[in-house]
């Protein structure tokens, strides 16, 4: 930044030297100090003492009779020369002094010279230095190129997608050794779409592809193509597969594609916007008259309905990897990977946290060993305990603690009763996830929170897990209802009602899981616009139809609603003990629940959430909802 600014000062000083000289030879000369007064000059005049004089415009230049000189200044006086010839003095005229041709040209075109130069100068430094983003290269690809052997990331560094690392090994096998499949008349692919859920290591396993085949790896995002400018798009498209095969055998990664490579024809705008055009470019240089040998194209994407066929298709895109959410081997072994970087107790075990983390992405793993060093440093620790794991794992699915916040004990009491409604009726509806831990303390936008965690991973769910799932929901209301009575009830369980209702509409429409309306598909297309559907394709029920599914959505809801209510009724001495441990020691896990539930004494925890201080007031109503995690949480009021 220094150097930046001496350089500025420099240029500056440099243009304000050359004005200055050039107004200094193209000026009329000026006399700073002139030795002789002009009245002076005309008493000398008159005393006969000047012999000779030159006059040069208002320059008075002379020679006295003993040979000395002076200089004066005509003030415009008529009658000079008709006195210096009356004195007897010889007169010379010269012409004024005129700059010479370089000298006038420079000085008309320095200034406009000047302000180009400076104009270029701030259009290189605003547009990114003359490279791929300077004043004439916007249609210059804004790929990173990196070359052979830059990119140190190999497939080892990869886990948890074993199956996506074979897809994409066989990539590496033919950029190593292409003659091995030329020989049988194979190709190598022209292209590899990566699909998955965000933070699943789509861009990390494309690293990973360019680290071991060790060719040139060019990376760019979809939206770097796009521009406000018609026709760029185009261009960088161009520019980056002309690069490319300069360089082939080599990759080419395109991160977030769906940002140029929706489907075209949305219904609206026609079909000539810059996107359009842009990937109409990008499906002739993947496969068109002109081939692009040695060139594989890598895109990832979580969005891969939106994108248009035509790019889908062999010849472009010829195979698609599913880059999914890791199953229990492979959260294991992504969680071993991210705690090399971190110093790790004796009692850490990774394949303990992975089981109570189903649903969780690799990006998901880096964020709790992150948390839970974060949670160590905080502490004082040395090391990462699996008591510091806990806690960073309850921080990202249960939310925040926020022991700051203030309920009054009546307040206090309804959230126990709540989330204790939860913890039986769960605990007893058949096929329900097992509770993990259940707490009063606020968590995020809830003031109570239940979790069930998966004792394994999940892909489908019955018809008799969903209803259980219904139940468990409205356990919380019932037991509201049964303690305090129906005046009594509160708004806290508003995402209860809206998460089981939900499960109950997508039971009727979209799964085929209702006896009245059978195994078809009711739910309307919810699609949007400008994802490439056209604003008609939706399907509509008639009105009797309509009036049938809610019918249906409330005998679910009933069904269940009853079911909650009489579980609680049976159980009503197990519902006040909860409670009662609730508030008293704020949080308990599944130990503690468990002796509850077979009516023994129940043992304290051995977490230290019950030594927070007491809190009265009121809080915040708002329930967090589950997000894309399978393990339930049940919100609180």
Known sequence: MKAKNLNILLWIGVTFWLVTMLNSMSSPNQIESRSLSYSQFLQEL???????VTIQEQRVMGVRRDGSRFETLNPGDPALVGDLLKNSVTIRAEPPDSPSVLVQLLSSWLPFLLLMGVWFWFMRRGAGGGGAGGLFNFGKSRARQHAEGEVKVTLKDVAGVEEAKEEVGELVEFLR??????NLGGHIPR???MVGPPGTGKTLLARAIAGEAKVPFFSISGSDFVEMFVGVGASRVRDLFEQAKKSAPCIIFIDEIDAVGRKRGAGLGGGHDEREQTLNQLLVEMDGFTGNEGVIVIAATNRADVLDPALLRPGRFD??????????????????????????AEDVDARTIARGTPGFSGADLANLVNEAALFAARAGDTEVSMRTFEKAKDKIMMGAERRSIVMSESEKKLTAYHEAGHVIVGRLVPEHDPVHKVSIIPRGRALGVTMFLPERDRYSMSKRQLESQISSLFGGRVAEEMTFGPEQVTTGASNDIERATDIARNMVTRF?????????????????VFLGRSVTQQRQVSPETALSIDREVRLIIDRN??????????????????????????TIDKDQIEDIMQGRPMREPEDDHHHSKPRAGSGNTAAKGDGAHPPIVADGI
């Open 319 to 344: 195979r698609q990897v599913v880059v999914g959410l890791p199953d229990l081997a492979g959260r294991t072994a992504i969680l071993e990977v991210h705690m090399r970087k971190v110093p790790i």
């Open 191 to 193: 292209g590899v779409l």
């Open 561 to 586: 609603y009853r079911r909650a209510k009489q579980l609680l009724e049976e159980n009503q001495d197990k519902l006040h003990t909860m409670a009662t441990a609730l508030l008293k020691y704020e």
């Open 177 to 182: 050794n292409p003659q091995k499949f030329s």
């Open 46 to 52: 008159s005393e006969g003492s000047i012999q000779e």
């Open 512 to 528: 085929g899981l209702s006896d009245g309306m059978g195994p078809l598909a009711y739910a309307e297309d919810e699609g949007e």
